[in-house]
């Protein structure tokens, strides 16, 4: 087929269909020439190829007049094959191009995709002559126009929000309301019965794990398993093609639309660190073949240094984004500013985040990515969410980010960890973590939702896995048990794995109250993993990142009746702190004497009613202690008294019952049972249930293992 071309414009990059044919603009700084081609609809036959006329700004465009939405494409891009000077051009490798709006067809592993010949001896410094396209997926020109019913989307404050984090696949493929067509897809997440259980929980916020287009390493796909996570983007603008139901990018808006309608924001899991070419010697798919200096960061040549041969590997994946170079940086923004504008998501978690902010010499938190999003009228008003960790220079970073973004808190999931597990000396941490981080977080004006607060995640033990397993059990990821976090601060309360003791079982349901008690009622944001509200188990794997099967899959017919309760308890939770405003401040806790209206916003009690002292705090035996928040203190800056009601939350690790005296507080001296994790919740009972009234002075026994809290005054209502 013969195709005509014009100059085009340079502007956006990408293939635009502007109605009566598509634009395409590539940037590359060092190519000779661009080609593109044209596939048919199996994507297997070239049918049409043209040259990009124009280079204007080091974008090579040209326009393709009568192209349509659907068109199938992939790039050659010719130059130098220098890979001692960083230059890796194979014309014969057909490219996926950085902008493509979707992709078809799967990646298949052959010698042909890689640019240099594989067993030469000559390694990656040898070239490549056959062509890749038969083995390669190709990118698809989309039309962008939706009918969107939702107006607007709800914008939940973030002193309010709850974050779920869930997986597209995993969270759907074995749950009966959803049609077997639909399990493991955009679509079934969208179900009305899936949507039903999210917000009848009480959370407001589904975080999906990576769902921009990503692929499966070689080694994975040799042992018959598969990147279930998604943690290996190779399209930044693309959806994962096995997570729609139809070949269509609209039934991702259309999850998008239906799940604003439920009130609930949506917020993606995204991976700007590094791409699945890997290293020198990994296969040239798209940026290594466009623009492998301007894409990667390189090693330094001269004065015996390696040469820009070699990659910078600060991922732990073979090779590290250049996001110092201002074309990746602007890829990464235009990235993040289509799935808000046109894909209407409110917000990323991004991980290894600081990898997103480190120049040559280390983090900088003046990097031209965070300032990009600071001052874009786009990112900054959505929800930013940094994993602020990597294995680079300097790349712990917890509370290093700057303001208007949160962190996830990983001091926080230890220490709570370590605490409900009984280990010595953690009341201090504890009660750092309870009200915010602030040794932290509390800098430059930021709240303490900058605090993103977890106890488990899609890396590591479920919550009833945590409960349950001394050790990881990661055998079936064919790597000898020898992958996953050995550290995991877990206790399996009596028995390594499943078990019929009910003493054991009645122990370890209680323990999971207790972490959900701690996550959810603690100052910050609370981040929860999908699963853990009915007792989901991964059976002790630590690492499932490539099980895609029952091991990751949710068995929604599975959940008993300690599930039941365990999701009965959830709600009840996610209602106190959504009542009670002072389980969510806005502003950090002190604990200081309020001179103007005669309180502390927090106080710490002994078992006996007093307020703890040094002594209390350095005893390394200390695992039972309250915390009074008192919520006549002042909400704002402002010197004026709150209405809001007063908390006690009283946590004890102890192996034995204690007896705490309770305390008085602002409102007068009542008390009423709100939360005893000792004890199941009933699934029947309504959220509000008034538990007994207690008054100031008497005492409360705590049972072992186990945490209160008793809300001030009369019986809550709805």
């Known amino acids: 087929m013969s195709l005509e071309v014009r100059e085009g414009l340079p502007h956006p990059l990408g293939a635009t269909f502007t109605g009566d044919g598509v634009n395409f603009a590539v940037f590359s700084a060092h190519a000779t020439r661009v080609e593109v081609c044209i596939y048919d609809e199996s994507g297997q036959n070239e049918t049409g190829r043209v040259t990009l006329p124009e280079y204007t700004d080091e974008v090579w465009h040209g326009f393709v007049p009568g192209l349509l939405p659907g068109a199938r494409y992939g790039l050659r891009v010719h130059g130098p094959y220098e890979p001692e000077n960083g230059h890796r051009f194979n014309h014969n490798k057909l490219l996926l191009d950085p902008y493509a709006k979707a992709h078809m067809g799967e990646l298949k592993w052959a010698p042909e995709i890689f640019g240099y010949t594989v067993g030469h001896e000559d390694g990656d410094l040898s070239f490549d002559e056959r062509d890749s396209a038969p083995f390669v997926p190709k990118c698809v020109v989309v039309d962008s126009r939706f009918e969107w019913k939702q107006p607007r989307a709800p914008r939940v404050p973030w002193e309010r929000t709850i974050v779920y984090e869930t997986h597209v696949r995993g969270h759907t493929m074995r749950h009966p309301a959803v049609p077997e067509h639909l399990r493991g897809t955009f679509a079934g997440l969208a179900n009305d019965e899936v949507m039903r259980h999210m917000r009848e929980l009480g959370v407001t916020t589904v975080e999906l794990l990576p769902v921009q287009r990503f692929l499966t390493q070689s080694f994975l796909e040799e042992k018959d398993l598969r990147n279930y996570w998604g943690y290996d983007t190779i399209g930044f603008f693309a959806l994962e093609p096995r997570y729609l139901s139809e070949p269509s990018i609209d039934e991702f808006k259309g999850m998008v639309d239906l799940l604003h309608g439920q009130g609930l924001e949506v917020i993606m899991d995204v991976v700007y660190n590094h791409t699945p070419e890997g290293n020198e010697l990994g296969p040239t798919l798209s940026f290594k073949g466009i623009d492998n200096a301007s894409y990667y960061r390189l090693m330094p040549g001269g004065d015996g240094g390696p040469g820009a041969r070699y990659y910078i590997n600060d991922t732990g994946t ?312 008192e919520g006549h203190a002042r909400a704002t800056a402002i010197a004026r008294r709150s209405l809001d009601r007063s908390v006690l939350l009283v946590f004890n690790a102890w192996e034995d019952a204690l007896d705490f005296k309770l305390p008085e507080h602002g409102e007068g001296t009542q008390w009423t049972l709100a939360i005893d994790t000792a004890h199941d919740v009933d699934p029947q009972a309504p959220l509000d249930q008034a538990g007994a009234a207690f008054e100031a002075g008497q005492t409360y026994t705590v049972t072992a293992r186990s945490m209160i809290v008793m809300v001030a005054g009369e019986p809550m209502s709805s």
């Open 318 to 629: 073979g090779n590290t984004l250049n996001l110092s170079h201002p074309r990746v940086l602007q890829m990464v923004t235009d990235s993040l500013r289509y799935w808000v504008t046109e894909m209407r998501v409110d917000g990323f978690r991004f991980d290894l985040a600081t990898i997103l902010a480190r120049e040559p010499y280390g983090f900088d938190e003046g990097h031209g990515f965070l300032d990009s999003c600071r001052q874009d009228p786009v990112l900054s008003s959505v929800k930013l969410i940094a994993e602020p960790w990597d294995c680079g220079p300097g790349g712990y970073q917890v509370g290093g980010f700057p303001p208007g973004w949160a962190e996830w808190n990983d001091r926080f999931r230890d220490t709570v960890r370590a605490f409900w597990k009984g280990d010595e000396a953690m009341a201090p941490a504890l009660a750092s973590c309870v009200t915010g981080s602030a040794d932290r977080f509390n800098k430059r004006g930021r709240r303490p939702w900058a605090s993103v607060n977890f106890l488990t995640a899609h890396d590591g033990f479920t919550l009833a896995d945590w409960a349950s397993y001394n050790d990881k059990h990661n055998d079936a990821n064919g790597e000898g048990n020898r992958d996953g976090h050995s550290d995991n601060r877990s206790w399996n309360c009596g028995a390594e794995g499943p078990t019929d003791d009910e003493t054991v079982l009645t122990l370890r349901a209680r323990q999971q109250r207790n972490m959900l008690a701690t996550l959810l009622l603690s100052q910050g944001t609370p981040m929860v993993l999908a699963g853990d509200e009915f007792g989901r188990t991964q059976q002790g794997n630590n690492n499932a990142y490539c099980q895609d099967n029952e091991i990751s899959w949710f068995d929604w017919e599975g959940i008993d009746d300690r599930g039941r309760s365990l999701i009965a308890f959830f709600k009840r939770l996610t209602h106190l702190r959504q009542t009670l405003p002072v389980l969510r401040r806005n502003r950090f806790l002190t604990g200081a004497f309020d001179e103007e209206l005669q309180v502390k916003d927090v106080t710490w009690l002994s078992c006996d009613g007093t307020e703890m002292e040094s002594s209390h705090w350095d005893d390394s035996r200390t695992r039972c202690f309250g915390m009074l928040l």
